[in-house]
C-alpha cells in the first residue's frame, strides 16, 4: 500500500526538474515521478535530487513512464518548448499546443483523477486545450496563471514601501503575459486600502505619483523577459510558487491563490481560462472569487479575456 502523497512532474527541463528539487527540499509528498521524453536527462536530474535526501526528507524519486503515474494526486505538467530571448508567451502556442494534444491522451490513461497543474507557456492558452480537449473537469485543472506575476507585484511593492511582502496583498489577473492588470482599488497594505497607506502613514507620500504605479507596474510585466534576457530561463521563482499550490492542494486548505481557470460569466467573460483569485482546495478549484473593481480595472480584465481569444481563434484546438 503507497504511503503519501504522490505527485509526477511531465517534463524534467529547467522548471520540471527545479519543482521536483522544492519538493524533495520542502518534504510535502513521499514519491515523485520525472517523466520526459529525454529518459536520460529525466534518469540524471532523479539522481542528483535524490543523492540530496540524506539532508532533507525521505523522498522516492525517480525517472518514469506514463503507467508509473498511476495513483499521483497531482500531475504538473511543464512539457513544451521554453520561451526565448526576445519571444513572448503567445510565441509559443501553436507548438505547445500541439505537444499537448499528443501527451494529454497518454497520461489520461493512467492518471485520470489527479488534479492538474499547467505550468507550460502560454498557460491560459494550456489550461484551455486541456479542457477543451479532454474528459478533465474544470475543478481538474489549474493554471499557474499569474501567482508569480502577483508575487513579483507584491515583492516590488514591498520593496517601494520597506516593508515585509507578507503585509502586501496584491493581485494581478487576467492573461499570464502582456496583457495582465494590477486591480489596485484592491490593493491593501498592512490590512488598510493602498489609498489611505500611502495617504496617512508612507513617508514617501509627498513624492510618489502615478509615474511611480506605472514604473512597479512595468517592472512586473517584464520582469520575466529580464531574467530570460540575463540567464536565459526562469525556473526558480516559478517552482517555488507551484510547490505552494501543491501545498494548497494535498494539505486541503481553501487557500486562495490568483490562478487561471475556466470562466462563467465574470466580470461579463466566459469561455476562455485567465487568472482571478480561486480558493484551491484537495480536488483542486472549489470556486472563483470576483472582487468588486472599478469600471476600468474591468475594461482592462475584459481586454485582456479579449486578446487571449483571439488568439485561440487562430489556433488548432
Not at 511531465?10 to 510535502?28: D, M, Q, R
Not at 539532508?55 to 520561451?83: E, H
Not at 507584491?154 to 503585509?167: F, G, T, Y
Not at 492573461?175 to 496617512?200: N, Q
Request: with cysteine; proline share 3%; aromatic share 6%.
Amino acid at each position: 500500500m503507497r504511503k503519501g502523497k504522490k505527485i509526477t512532474i511531465l517534463g524534467a527541463g529547467n522548471v520540471g526538474a527545479s519543482i521536483a528539487y522544492t519538493l524533495s527540499i520542502t518534504g510535502l509528498v513521499s514519491e515523485v515521478v520525472l517523466i520526459d521524453i529525454n529518459e536520460k536527462k529525466a534518469r540524471g536530474e532523479a539522481m542528483d535530487i535524490i543523492h540530496g535526501t540524506p539532508f532533507s526528507s525521505a523522498l522516492n524519486i525517480y525517472a518514469g513512464s506514463y503507467q508509473d503515474a498511476v495513483g499521483s494526486d497531482i500531475v504538473i505538467f511543464t512539457v513544451g518548448m521554453a520561451r526565448k530571448p526576445g519571444q513572448t508567451r503567445l510565441d509559443l502556442a501553436q507548438a505547445n499546443v500541439d505537444v499537448t494534444k499528443s501527451v494529454m491522451p497518454e497520461i489520461l490513461r493512467y492518471a485520470s483523477d489527479a488534479v492538474y497543474l499547467v505550468v507550460s507557456n502560454p498557460v491560459d492558452i494550456i489550461t484551455y486545450t486541456i479542457l477543451k480537449t479532454t474528459d478533465l473537469s474544470e475543478r481538474q485543472v489549474i493554471g499557474s496563471g499569474t501567482i508569480l506575476d502577483s508575487a513579483r507585484l507584491r515583492s516590488r511593492l514591498a520593496d517601494h514601501m520597506n516593508i515585509s511582502p507578507k503585509n502586501v496583498h496584491a493581485y494581478v489577473f487576467g492573461e499570464h503575459g502582456d496583457t495582465s492588470m494590477i486591480p489596485w482599488s484592491l490593493v491593501t497594505i498592512a490590512g488598510m486600502p493602498m489609498s489611505r497607506y500611502c495617504t496617512d502613514i508612507c513617508s514617501k507620500h509627498n513624492q510618489c505619483g502615478k509615474m511611480e504605479l506605472h514604473d512597479i507596474e512595468d517592472d512586473m510585466r517584464t520582469a520575466g523577459a529580464k531574467i530570460i534576457e540575463l540567464k536565459s530561463a526562469t525556473y526558480y521563482a516559478i517552482a517555488t510558487s507551484v510547490n505552494r499550490l501543491c501545498e494548497y492542494i494535498i494539505r486541503d486548505t481553501d487557500a486562495v491563490m490568483t490562478v487561471s481557470g475556466m470562466l462563467h460569466n465574470q466580470y461579463g467573460i466566459s469561455d476562455v481560462c485567465l487568472s482571478l483569485p480561486f480558493v484551491i482546495g484537495a480536488q483542486g478549484l472549489k470556486r472563483s472569487i470576483a472582487p468588486t473593481m472599478t469600471d476600468n480595472e474591468v475594461a482592462l480584465l475584459r481586454k485582456s479575456a479579449d486578446t487571449l481569444k483571439g488568439i485561440i481563434k487562430q489556433l488548432d484546438i
